[in-house]
């Protein structure tokens, strides 16, 4: 039963993460990008924060506290990168070079927790960066700069950054709990986000901004905190393995809709790209 549920959880946080950087992309494209990490750490650190209430008192240990600021910082800036390459590029491209934060984290837990890459994990590994240089590469001439599609270094430096927020995630679970790791850099996201908005540009300006597009920012928050939600229910049912695969599969959901939504044009080798990388994910997550 918990096993049944924790696999309909993790498709639920795919589906839901997928259809979350749809409305991530058109966000930053009306009201930029700062904007769109304050209403969205918002929308989730007031969503979660009626699961976390019995666990706040972690917040006051010690030994806590500078994972916390580590985490916030290194989700912020891997926020601000990733919604500019989404900004900037493809949904149908950007999404699926952000998959190479799988085995960025990979490499991270090897480094970090001396967890041992088998030869299969290795060859995964370089499927997938096999994988996305093709998907990087548009439909214009081999040629550094030129070929390049827009925003892709963008999201190579994000799913850096991201496997560091994972590295620290992957501590604050254990030192901390789930959701206190994911609700609390979303509040000193939200509260530096909004601090910054309110001295550049005042209350009044930011909300009229906002309220224009209230709805595609209602719908970007609780897509993301849906997701997260869903991905902490997953991690709870002891399939792990098989959580990281099918949540890590979500770019596939983003293709889609990036293609048939959006109506981007990507080249043949970007489709095999993107079935490569999206393969050896879903390999590697079943093998780890």
């Known amino acids: 039963m918990y096993w049944e549920v924790g696999v309909l959880a993790a498709f639920g946080a795919m589906l839901c993460w997928g259809i979350g950087d749809f409305f991530i992309q058109r966000t930053t494209r009306k009201i930029g990008d700062i904007e769109t990490i ?3 750490s918002a929308i989730g650190a007031i969503g979660l924060t009626p699961f976390i209430l019995s666990d706040i008192s972690l917040l006051f ?3 806590n506290i500078l994972l916390i600021f580590l985490l916030s910082i290194a ?34 837990g090897f480094l970090f927790f001396q967890e041992l890459l088998s030869i299969m994990q290795v060859i995964l590994v370089g ?42 995630t992957a501590v604050g679970s254990r030192q901390m709990s789930p959701l206190m790791i994911i609700w609390t850099p979303w509040t000193i996201a939200a509260i530096m986000s909004f601090t910054f908005l309110m001295k550049r540009d005042g ?23 849906v997701a997260w939600l869903l991905f902490a229910i997953a991690v709870f049912s002891n399939t792990l393995s098989i959580t990281i695969a099918i949540t890590n599969s979500s770019p596939a959901v983003a293709l889609i809709i990036g293609l048939w939504i959006n109506k981007e044009r990507i080249a043949k080798h970007q489709y095999l790209g993107a079935v490569i990388t999206l393969i050896s994910c879903f390999v590697l997550g079943f093998w780890i």
């Open 38 to 40: 304050a209403f969205m």
């Open 203 to 225: 209350v009044h300006k930011t909300i009229k901004r906002a309220s224009k597009f209230k709805g595609l920012i209602l719908a970007m928050g609780i897509f993301e905190t």
């Open 75 to 108: 989700a912020l800036v891997a926020a601000m990168l990733n919604f500019e390459a989404l900004k900037q590029g493809k949904l149908s491209v950007i999404d699926v070079v952000l998959e190479i934060e799988l085995p960025i984290t990979v490499i991270l």
């Open 127 to 168: 499927l997938i960066m096999a994988g996305v240089a093709l998907i990087a590469v548009g439909n214009g001439p081999l040629k550094l700069r030129k070929g390049i599609e827009k925003g892709v270094f963008l999201a190579v430096l994000a799913a850096i950054a991201m496997g560091f927020v994972n590295l620290l």
């Open 61 to 63: 240990e010690f030994h």
